[in-house]
């Protein structure tokens, strides 16, 4: 394992730290309960958003908290599940008094501490719940489809919605509907090593590639040779239409993710073979997103996300947004 | 090797297209030679910046062209000097009349290159050299230091003050001071291989790392066993210091780059671990930058450079800029 670190059970906390001085003036970083807020306070009557979950995928979703996007982030440490005590901490910080979203991934672990600490808030709250991932059903931490690279695109769209008033019931009703209008799917080249364990998570041959990856490694749909980047591409495209069913003509978001250790070319490259496939079938590529955003570690390892667009996610999308990974329109 | 690629000779071909197609908003690609430029023309009377050098280490310098920084970056091969015809080519595109200032990092294939069509062009024309690597005098293909992640900072501040309308000789003037101001060094716990060598550009143990590395991987200092992050950021910091003499309560940028394979959470790590060095020497982080913008393709490793501030840098590092990869205020 190579690693930039001190000593494992201090990873999380320089991390965090580091993390806080660098961008003071877009976010808090509070410790013992781990948890991010914006650096300034969520305004009277705003529904504030809540993320997290086991930290590993940064920018996400530390790296979210800002103006149009999250009002805070509860970090569990790296590829563990953040707990209850963290959720309401975040939560009493950013209440407002308009409701909490919480924003959670498909994880058994994040979905159980994110109900109890549900349960156990006076004011008013809804989760929306993301399941993009169309590689597995069930999964090795995961009953039902594993949450991935479309909650960056739900964080985005709700968040614009609670900045510009939306009330408790329709921010849940926006996110579930991004949801249910995305599909991602991924690959990995390379595994990725858990500070603490001290080893890589899965082992892969030097020859070959995990299809349908998760992002904490968990398995694909299979182990293979690695292919050409337009045969992954293509493949992975394929999983999502399937799943997704975009009609002719139709306007999606395409996000080239990359999961923390491939390089910005490679995404691109994978974007141009990805516009190729989608040009054939009268798909249209109306917004665009490339980037490591969702990771995994220093795993080398992309993968797509389809988001189905119409004329409200649209304008959600292109909102303002000012948080240390997005920034666009201020 | 593992990359997502189909053919070596495609590579850079379907990476640029898909950065162009990404991000048509923002830049326009051009091939044969290739060469990009802003979306928009430059407006007259206004100093063209370019900037280009061998691929791989993106954003650096596509990804840094727009509003407030470079008119147009000339992407070599991988790892390879861009030639004499693409930098006509883009200063052909983008001068307006006011002249052109390439940004030219000190290797003697993107120096020579350089030379040459600064010779064939017409119009008036001034470079700044890059050269704020302290690890090594003279490497593998440079005389005397290497320019490395301060010539990002460089293009930010000489991209400011071309776009509030400063002058040819303004703009070399800033540039030059800049490079003096800054210093920077590196180190990688990995190699990195170019798509069309297919093997690691050079070898490293599983408990080594390389002090003092270059971008394209060239030697450093030493090799050594790894270090803690505390004591490897400590060394990097007292090269750095020793070479550039900050003065006490003096204000500099902390910038902590990523090459390419390096998780945002070490990052930020090493932010932190660099915070200690600098607060106890009481020099003041007024400024701060973290991510992976100079990059060895999927590198793991990190370097630090300091900049000294004042006023008129300050002023120039915070003016709006909108690239794809740098975007702020506005």
Redesign the interface.
Known sequence: M?????TADN??K??????G???KDIVNCYYDPNFITRASPTKDGKVALISGGG??H??MHG?LVGHGMLDAACPGYVFSSPTPDQMLAAAEKVDSGAGVIFIVKNYSGDVMNFEMAAEMMSGPNASVLTNDDVAVEDSSFTTGRRGVAATVVVEKIVGSLAEAGGSLEECKKLGDKVNKNSGSMGVA??SCSVPAAGKPNFEIG?DE?EFGVGIHGEPGRRRDK?K???E?TSELLEAINEDLKPEKNEEILLF?NGM??????????????A?NVLDKKNIK?SR???G?YC?S??M?G?SITLTKLDEELVKHWDSSVLTAAM??G?
Chains 1, 2 share one sequence.
């Open positions: 190579k690693k930039f670190m001190n990873f999380l320089e991390s965090l730290q580091g993390f001085a660098a961008h930290s590993g940064e920018p790296g080249l390379t030097d590639m690695i050409s980047a337009q992954v080239v923390g250790g491939t390089p910005l070319t490679e995404l691109y490259l994978i974007f141009d073979n516009k590529i665009s997103l490339v490591n990771t570690l220093e080398q992309v920034r666009w201020m």
